[in-house]
T-cell receptor
């Protein structure tokens, strides 16, 4: 079983839709959970980070962590064409173990 | 505020030639520094990370090496490039805390011909 599983997509939605992006993980030692957005031919940009189970909201973005199910999600409300990018989940623990998902390619159609 | 620089932005090199990619961070001290490679259609592969000057940990045995001659400078090198070294190379930094959120540079796109 891979440490982090992320559906690669591609995911295509109409403008204004609610988008749900998900990752599952197997390592119960993971304590830090991050989401990055990567536009084509650019470096990843940190979107959200959280260190605990529950929800964290920032504008149109909500990060959700369920440590008991080893499942994290990123929700995008009122999606915009500018949200079209690859979204990467990233998680780690106290031993410097850092693991990225392979990324989900999202396209928001106007 | 913190800024991370990488250069060059793009590079085309013949097989067997040497490589030197540089990364510098401004606005912070004692950062953790990372080198990643992203091949087309693949995820981010951690190559090296450093927690201090002269301290380098290698994650994947390969044709590459890394050095950290100064606190905020990280260099990725190769003596002889292989075709398989082509990819998008990303430098990142994080605060001096284990496995915290990372901030990426703009990347270097390397094509080995």
């Amino acid at each position: 079983q891979k440490e982090v599983e992320q559906d690669p997509g591609p995911l295509s939605v109409p403008e204004g839709a609610i988008v749900s992006l998900n990752c599952t993980y197997s390592n119960s030692a993971f304590q830090y959970f991050m989401w990055y957005r990567q536009y084509s031919r650019k470096g990843p940009e940190l979107l959200m980070y959280t260190y605990s189970s529950g929800n964290k909201e920032d504008g149109r973005f909500t990060a959700q962590v369920d440590k008991s199910s080893k499942y994290i999600s990123l929700f995008i409300r009122d999606s915009q064409p500018s949200d079209s990018a690859t979204y990467l989940c990233h998680m780690g623990g106290s031993n410097y173990k850092l693991t990225f998902g392979k990324g989900t390619l999202l396209t928001v159609n106007p | 505020s913190q800024t991370i620089h990488q250069w060059p932005a793009t590079l085309v090199q013949p097989v067997g030639s040497p490589l030197s990619l540089e990364c510098t961070v401004e606005g912070t001290s004692n950062p953790n520094l990372y080198w990643y490679r992203q091949a087309a259609g693949r995820g981010l592969q951690l190559l090296f990370y450093s927690v201090g000057i002269g301290q380098i940990s290698s994650e994947v045995p390969q044709n590459l090496s890394a050095s950290r001659p100064q606190d905020r400078q990280f260099i990725l090198s190769s003596k002889k490039l292989l075709l398989s070294d082509s990819g998008f190379y990303l430098c990142a930094w994080s605060i001096r805390r284990a496995a915290s959120e990372q901030y990426f540079g703009p990347g270097t796109r390397l094509t080995v011909t």
